[in-house]
């Protein structure tokens, strides 16, 4: 899984008993004591617990792909194939996201939909298809181009014009 640490790996899930959770198993899920960890579990009205291991596995792919900014002719006409099938899906927005995340950056993922006229969780699904692509980077709020995305956009902009 992609996270914000890195990419993380699933090694294990066991489902548990309660009272086998110890104060490391407490300590590694994040919490102070597994008398915290219990009232935090204890909120659900019902269901298993589950131990679920994980392992760093590395740095998030998408760190070193945004920073590439050295497109070969090849590579681009590639990267719009993918972003052509993201228009096709829905509609042109793939420019027009990119513009507004360039306009607008670090502005809150709400107040962008709100320009396009677009619910804020497909929004985000957008975005971060495009930062999966390596085109955006997501800060606390908002988002901003990557130095891939602003190559991307000024050569996907002369593209079409």
């Known amino acids: 899984m992609k996270t914000a640490v890195g990419v993380i790996r699933v090694t294990d899930v066991e489902q548990i008993k309660e009272n086998s959770i110890t104060k490391a198993d407490a300590t590694k899920a994040g919490y102070e004591s597994v008398n915290s960890l219990l009232k935090a579990l204890n909120k659900v ?19 070193e792909l945004r920073e590439k900014t050295d497109l070969a002719v090849e590579d681009f006409k590639k990267l719009m194939a993918k972003l052509d099938r993201l228009d096709k899906t829905r509609g042109p ?23 396009m006229k677009m619910d804020k969780l497909d929004f985000k699904v957008n975005v971060r298809k495009l930062k999966n692509l390596g085109l955006t980077i997501s800060h606390e709020i908002g988002y901003s181009l990557s130095p891939l995305g602003d190559v991307v956009l000024d050569r996907f902009q002369n593209r079409v014009t």
Do not use: F, T
């Open 93 to 115: 927005w793939v420019l027009i996201v990119m513009k507004l995340i360039k306009r607008y950056p670090e502005r809150r993922a709400g107040d962008l939909a709100e320009i």
């Open 45 to 63: 009205a019902s269901g298993s617990v589950y131990k679920v291991k994980l392992k760093y596995e590395s740095e998030d792919p998408r760190i």
